[in-house]
Nanobody
Framework: QVQLVESGGGLVQAGGSLRLSCAAS????????MGWYRQAPGKQRELVAA???????NYLDSVKDRFTISRDNAKNTMYLQMNSLKPEDTAVYYC?????????????WGQGTQVTVSS
């Protein structure tokens, strides 16, 4: 079994920064892709940033040049550095690891961490 534990959320003023962490434990086999999602009240969950096993990253247009996704392989931890935060970034942020064993892909989710940006 795989567990993902997120940390780093909180309340910040517009223009501020936060760094989210997602630490994985358990049977971490081949990571296919990892990503950060967010869900604001009344809205669907959306992909904010994704990092493929080969190192390529993709971002939601509205966070490009402000957010950076990264990983520390030795610690099985993924990060999301969020700069120049805006009130519209307010949401619960979730991390997801997609692991591959043979041809089987399995998604694991974190519990979510609240990010609130005040104007």
């Amino acid at each position: 079994q795989v567990q993902l534990v997120e940390s780093g959320g909180g309340l910040v003023q517009a223009g501020g920064s936060l760094r989210l962490s997602c630490a994985a434990s358990g049977s971490i086999f081949s990571i296919n892709v990892m990503g950060w999602y967010r869900q604001a009240p009344g809205k669907q969950r959306e992909l904010v940033a994704a990092l493929a096993s080969g190192g390529s990253a993709n971002y939601l247009d509205s966070v490009k040049d402000r957010f950076t996704i990264s990983r520390d392989n030795a610690k099985n931890t993924m990060y999301l550095q969020m700069n120049s935060l805006k009130p519209e970034d307010t949401a619960v942020y979730y991390c997801k690891f997609r692991l591959m064993r043979g041809v089987v892909l399995t998604d694991y989710w974190g519990q979510g961490t609240q990010v609130t940006v005040s104007s």
